[in-house]
């Protein structure tokens, strides 16, 4: 069985910080990339940062400085700390197992004051 939950968004005005948390089933996190996307109103979905089953990352050059990602091997979770958040940052917010076509429901991120 494939689970993907997304959990953790919410609104925040600009400036704020956001923790996303992504809970995997274990059949498809063992020993794969993780990543996140993002998807605006009226757009496509796009890439916003990737760890690997080792730890190395890799960021979206709008997101980069601003967000890390991060994984526990251990528990099949995969987070996105989001700082200095800005309007253009508001989506729903996705992660998946690279390479896979499995989605989440998402978790709506919204930044306005």
């Known amino acids: 069985q494939v689970q993907l939950v997304e959990s953790g968004g919410g609104l925040v005005q600009p400036g704020g910080s956001l923790r996303l948390s992504c809970a995997a089933s274990?059949?498809?996190?063992?020993?794969?990339?993780m990543a996140w996307h993002r998807q605006a109103p009226g757009k496509q979905r796009e890439f916003v940062a990737i760890?690997?089953?080792?730890?190395?990352?890799n960021y979206a050059d709008s997101v980069k400085g601003r967000f890390t990602i991060s994984r526990d091997n251990a528990k099949n979770m995969v987070y996105l700390e989001m700082n200095s958040l800005k309007p253009e940052d508001t989506a729903v917010y996705y992660c998946?197992?690279?390479?896979?076509?499995?989605w989440g429901q998402g978790t709506q991120v919204t930044v306005s004051s």
């Open positions: 760890v690997t089953d080792g730890g190395n990352t």
């Open positions: 274990k059949n498809i996190f063992s020993g794969r990339a």
């Open positions: 998946n197992a690279w390479g896979r076509t499995d």
